[in-house]
């Protein structure tokens, strides 16, 4: 059987520090804050395999059944930045779908309402014949 572990690794210095919040003991000095298991990775290729080391020494099995997520804890800009951008990615997607769905309406209308060829309809719109075919078909849909 395999187990899962969720992984968080951050830029430690000149090292990748890692922690395995699934793995706790507790604090002998500080009753109440539990002790992580962490470990050190020089590069992110190498952050798996050590931390399926840590866990295999920690929880005592056979490093084969274990199996990690890895996840990265960024500096708050760079956090901010990929956030920002993966909300544009979804507007910009969102707004492609929009302006799809109002191209094939066009082309509906040309084609049912004003009953232009295809040929027409692709030179009015700035389109290929083929494009205006192909938005007729999903229209159909």
């Known amino acids: 059987m395999i187990t899962n572990y969720d992984v968080v690794a951050y830029r430690d210095g000149k090292w990748w520090t890692f922690e395995i919040p699934a793995l706790t003991s507790p604090s002998p000095n500080t009753p109440g804050h539990p002790i992580v298991a962490m470990g050190q990775a020089r590069t992110v290729a190498d952050i798996a395999e050590e931390a399926r080391d840590v866990i295999a020494l920690w929880a005592e099995v056979d490093e084969s059944s274990v199996s990690v997520e890895v996840?990265?804890?960024?500096?708050?800009?760079?956090?901010?930045?990929?956030?920002?951008?993966?909300?544009?990615?979804?507007?910009?997607?969102?707004?492609?779908?929009?302006?799809?769905?109002?191209?094939?309406?066009?082309?509906r209308q040309l084609r049912t309402v004003s009953g232009l060829s295809q040929a027409d309809s692709a030179a009015v719109l700035g389109l290929s014949r083929q494009r205006v075919q192909q938005l007729e078909a999903t229209t159909r849909q």
């Open 71 to 107: 996840s990265y804890r960024l500096p708050p800009a760079v956090q901010r930045a990929l956030d920002d951008a993966k909300g544009l990615d979804a507007a910009g997607r969102a707004a492609l779908d929009e302006a799809a769905a109002l191209r094939r309406d066009a082309v």
